[in-house]
């Protein structure tokens, strides 16, 4: 069984529409959506539409909570809280129904989907938080075997007994029937990298593997419908910089390096 993975849409429909076509050539069986399908991009009511009618396991992130009044608008930066309250406000009602109705956590399968963490959608999870996320998988729900998450918008697979298998980057992982597994896709709609991409992954089940995968979509396309809705263009992408970028760069050296030796 292959499933398409992808988080943090962020009402970006250029990136989620490129991602769908290359799932569709992939022939995935099922979808899951770990949250944010709106914030920062034009078209929510077209992003959450086109994830419903996937019958996608979706999830509740953050923004979508904020936007639909389930959680209130604190630790956001002006750019996101101007775009949340345009987004209230162009809702469609049969959308914003379906955002109210997403949980905060979901099942699929072996599979179970959470936003930021398992208890909390504000959360970020590191490499350094993830065993303790494991941790809470196992009580919370031990037959599963791989949790994903979203929020952070990088892509991470971390393993129960061997640790980092990818950060912040894409290439293929494989998992053992032994070992729990936690991935995040990376961002659909808002890469916070260099490179404006839109990241997602395919797990493989059977094969017991994930593709982590990005690929470039027509930003010109949301750029301009971003400067009609009266939306700063710019807040497709955030272009990392400071100590968090930096520290991001000597992580993906040090991968780079372990995985030679």
């Not at 979808?31 to 996608?56: F, K, S, W």
């Not at 072996?110 to 490499?127: E, I, K, M, N, W």
């Not at 808002?190 to 493989?204: F, G, H, T, W």
Request: proline share 6%; charged share 25%.
């Amino acid at each position: 069984m292959r499933v398409g993975i992808l988080a943090d849409v962020h009402a970006n429909l250029p990136a989620l529409a490129r991602v769908l076509d290359l799932l569709e050539g992939d022939e995935v069986d099922a979808y899951v959506c770990a949250g944010d399908l709106v914030g920062y991009g034009p078209q929510p009511n077209e992003c959450v539409h086109t994830i419903e009618a996937l019958r996608a396991t979706c999830v509740a992130g953050n923004h979508d909570l904020i936007a639909t009044g389930r959680l209130p608008a604190e630790r956001i930066g002006a750019p996101a809280w101007k775009s949340l309250r345009w987004t209230e406000r162009v809702l469609r009602p049969g959308i914003a129904g379906f955002i109210r109705g997403l949980p905060r956590t979901a099942q699929s399968g072996r599979l179970l989907v959470a936003h930021g963490s398992l208890d909390d959608p504000t959360a970020d999870v590191r490499p350094e938080d993830a065993p303790g996320q494991l941790g809470r998988l196992q009580e919370l729900a031990p037959e599963t075997e791989v949790l994903v998450l979203g929020h952070t918008h990088q892509p991470l697979a971390y393993g129960e007994r061997r640790g980092v298998l990818l950060d912040r980057r894409s290439g293929t992982v494989s998992f053992s029937e032994s070992e729990r597994l936690l991935v995040n896709p990376g961002s659909v709609g808002q890469s916070r990298e260099r490179r404006a991409v839109a990241r997602y992954a395919v797990l493989d089940l059977t094969e017991r593997r994930v593709e982590f995968r990005d690929t470039l979509y027509d930003r010109r396309a949301c750029r301009r419908a971003l400067r009609e809705q009266g939306l700063p263009a710019h807040s497709y992408h955030r272009s990392p910089s400071g100590p968090r970028a930096r520290l991001g760069r000597l992580r993906r050296r040090a991968g780079s390096l372990l995985s030679r030796s």
